[in-house]
């Protein structure tokens, strides 16, 4: 997994908790890297698996919540870090779509080693986009909270309904304009 | 803040430091990496940009047209050699589809478009193209598919070559070997493929079509009196004004010959429109050739042989047209004549005889009879004039004047003058160690010998083959001959006279020598036509031809002799008034040679 999402996990730890949290979970979750993380380099998903899970147990917040609240926040930073991709498209369901064929592809070009999610569209009906999420990683609850950043970048009221195929690994998200 | 919170608090801060050190570190060396990768990322690039700007450059300067387009026809890219040609700019083109550009006359860059996407292979064709001037131009074009890593088919490649001059070069060459250089007009060779085709189409829309075949009358005199230049121009003028009559599209001209033309009139409705063509043919061609301020004259024979009636092929079809124009020459010329059944029974009869005629010669099947002839000399001699003879298989005696008519009009009177010449030369020997007598030899010319530049060499040839004494050959022209076109003759006979040989003219009295050529002539007979001595007992007038012949020659040196002797009072009268050489039935018919041969040895010279 990119550096980055875990630079900017560790930064969101920090900021909503506090540096001594994040200090813990490192030291507790005994991490390959240490927990010295640069957004440049690339690390195993597992690690911010087990930051997650040593966060939930540390904030009594559940898992799926922190993941989706980091998801949110992973949005926001991304809109300011690259905000090329958020003008290149003016609405949720446009710039979905243009994950896999555009942002993906530029992202790959960069990182050649990226491992990335794949999702497929469903855009038959004007009202509602269907994506469906699939990654070994089963981070679907990020993505969740990825989508609903995305939506509140734009400023526009979707709602999203979550119908899991397979675990985390392979869900179906149905976005419904309201 | 206690101690043990103040050193949990340093311990956090070195952890900190600590992570962020080796984050910093771990950055730096990925940075280093990638800024390596991409070192060498540029170093790659700038390479291949060096090599793609040589292979564009070379594309860019290439003298065979490239073109690049998208799989759907629309031009990404077209080389300096294109828009020479075409004169239109990279920028008239880029994003234009192909067709567009004057590529797509014949329709034919579809199919090749069509082929390389679907089999992926490169296709080849010549096709021609249409440049912004509206210039036309002509390509040799291959369209090869550009496929990427997953061998589908990117783009359409197109390499051309200008074939322009090529083709017009080719063009040329095929026009000169279908058309005659002089006149422009069609050559004998394109005649027959043209007429061919002509006559399918006629088959099938169950038309006509008609061949008139024009003879320039008396064009050889223009040619031998003034000269091939103006013969030539007469001939071009000759074109020009058949092409002023047959103006209809469907009107094929042709020249087959010297002065021998073809029209075919396709498509007609019935003979009078021919007959109407025909005639002014005649009246056009008959108008005066005015060239270098001469007034030259000349004149049609035209015959007409109508397709399907007259002939199913061209072969028949100009054959028998030709016996129609035959027929008008022989009908006093100037005229136009339709090809009949009769005139098919002619050529048909003709053409027997021609096929009889060559396998007769090419089997030794023609035989000579020899004449004698007794010398009124001193000195004893004794003549014999040799004469074709054709006893033919099943048509029995087939007369010479027949036979050497077809002869002359198919070609074949060089062959048999050559015949006629060489086996008197074999006879001529093969007596010359039997006889007791010396015997000379007489034989006939004709005007294709005198007239073929060979012929000198080839009597020269036969002579030393023969071993033969020249001076005991006498060759025989008649004056007819001799004196349509003196100045060759002339030329001929002194080549002639050269090698040895006497010299006669025979039939004298029948043309119309003037004697002033004669004179020149380097003979040293003259024989008088035997419609001289025919009833000299009675007829006054050829009691004077005779005697006053017989004089001129002697003035003239020369020797005399009387042919078609019938009469003992014939021969003493000739004898008296010193005739040199008596030659008639009275003496001998003409007989084969052993008849001959013992005629002459049992001569009993006082007898006459």
């Known amino acids: ?178 | 803040m206690s101690e043990s919170e103040h050193l949990k608090k340093i311990a956090f801060l070195e952890r900190r430091v600590q992570r962020e050190k080796t984050s910093r570190t771990a950055a730096e060396a990925i940075l280093e990496e990638k800024s390596k990768a991409l070192y060498e990322a540029n170093l790659d690039l700038i390479n291949a940009i060096a090599k793609l700007k040589k292979l564009s450059t070379a594309v860019e300067q290439s003298p065979m047209i490239v073109l690049i387009s998208d799989i759907f026809g629309y031009v990404e890219y077209v080389n300096d050699a294109f828009t020479q040609i075409s004169g239109y700019s990279m920028e008239d083109v880029v994003g234009k589809e192909l067709i567009s550009l004057g590529l797509n006359i014949d329709e034919i860059p579809f199919d090749g478009v069509r082929e390389v996407m679907e089999k992926k292979t490169t296709w080849k064709a010549d096709l021609r193209g249409r440049g912004q001037q509206e210039q036309e131009y002509q390509l040799s074009i291959s369209i090869s598919p550009i496929v990427n890593d997953h061998d589908s088919i990117t783009h359409l490649l197109y390499n051309c070559e200008d074939i322009t001059t090529q083709r017009a070069n080719e063009q040329k060459i095929y026009d000169l070997a279908l058309h005659d250089s002089l006149t422009g007009l069609y050559n004998r060779y394109s005649l027959d493929s043209i007429l061919q085709q002509a006559i399918s189409s006629a088959q099938r829309a169950e038309t006509k079509l008609s061949v008139l075949f024009i003879d320039m009358d008396r064009f050889k005199q223009i040619n031998d009196t003034h000269g091939h230049k103006f013969g030539d121009m007469v001939l071009k003028e000759v074109a020009i004004r058949l092409n002023a009559i047959c103006r209809r599209k469907s009107d094929y001209l042709a020249r087959i010959g010297g002065d021998e033309f073809i029209v075919v009139l396709t498509d007609i409705q019935n003979e009078t429109f021919c007959g109407l063509t025909a005639q002014a043919i005649i009246e056009s061609l008959s108008l005066p050739y005015y060239f270098e301020e001469q007034d030259l004259r000349s004149s049609p024979s035209v015959g007409i042989a109508v397709y399907p009636n007259d002939g199913v092929n061209a072969t028949e079809l100009i054959k028998n047209a030709d016996a129609a124009m035959y027929h008008v020459k022989q009908n006093g010329r100037r005229k136009y004549s339709f090809f009949t059944k009769e005139l098919n029974k002619i050529a048909e009869e003709k053409d027997y005889l021609e096929q009889e005629l060559r396998l007769a010669l090419e089997n030794d099947l023609l035989e000579l009879y020899y004449q004698p002839q007794i010398y009124l000399s001193e000195t004893r001699v004794f003549g014999v004039e040799a004469l074709v003879r054709w006893n033919h298989a099943s048509l029995g005696f087939i007369s010479p004047e027949k036979f050497i008519t077809v002869a002359e009009e198919r070609g074949l009177i060089y062959q048999l003058g050559a015949w006629v010449l060489e086996t008197p030369f074999a006879q001529q020997k093969a007596w010359l160690t039997i006889a007791t007598t010396p015997i000379k030899m007489a034989i006939n010319l004709s005007a294709k010998q005198i007239e073929n530049p060979n012929f000198v060499k080839d009597v020269s040839n036969a002579l030393i083959k023969h071993k033969v004494e020249a001076s005991m050959i006498e060759l025989e022209v008649t004056e007819s001959i001799a004196m349509k076109n003196p100045e060759q003759s002339i030329a001929t006979l002194k080549e002639l006279r050269k090698l040895g040989f006497e010299l006669a003219i025979d039939d004298f009295g029948t043309g119309y020598s003037s004697l002033s050529y004669l004179k020149m002539l380097p003979i040293q007979t003259l024989k008088l036509d035997k419609t001289f001595i025919d009833n000299l007992e009675e007829d006054q007038d050829n009691v004077k031809i005779c005697k006053a012949s017989i004089s001129l020659s002697h003035d003239l040196g020369l020797s005399f002799v009387a042919e078609g002797v019938e009469t003992l009072w014939q021969a003493s009268f000739l004898k008296e008034h010193k005739c040199d050489v008596l030659q008639g039935y009275y003496f001998s018919r003409p007989v084969p040679s052993e008849e001959a041969f013992s005629y002459m040895q049992s001569y009993d010279w006082s007898a006459f």
């Not at chain 1, 997994?1 to 979970?25: A, C, H, Q, R, Y």
């Not at chain 1, 998801?71 to 994950?99: C, I, W, Y």
């Not at chain 1, 491992?115 to 994506?131: I, K, W």
């Not at chain 1, 309904?161 to 869900?171: K, L, R």
């Open chain 1, 1 to 178: 997994m990119k550096g980055i999402v875990f630079t900017e996990f560790n930064d969101m730890v920090e900021d909503k908790f506090s540096p001594e949290l994040l200090d813990e979970i490192i030291s507790e979750c005994d991490l390959p890297s240490g927990g010295a993380y640069t957004s440049v380099g690339t690390y195993e998903h597992t690690e911010l698996v087990s930051m997650v899970g040593k966060l939930s147990e540390k904030t009594d917040i559940p898992a799926d919540t922190l993941v989706y609240a980091f998801g949110e926040h992973l949005a926001v930073r991304f809109s300011v870090l690259f905000p090329a991709f958020f003008k290149q498209t003016t609405n949720v369901f446009d710039f979905m779509k243009s994950l896999d064929q555009h942002i993906h592809v530029e992202v790959k070009k960069l990182y050649p080693d990226a491992d990335l999610p794949q999702f497929s569209f469903d855009d038959s009906d004007p009202a509602c986009l269907v994506m469906e999420y699939q990654s070994k990683r089963g981070f679907a609850g990020l993505a969740h909270g990825l989508m609903t950043g995305v939506i509140k970048h734009y400023g526009e009221s979707i709602e999203i309904t979550v119908a899991p195929i397979s675990g985390n690994h392979h869900v179906r998200f149905h976005l419904n304009k309201v």
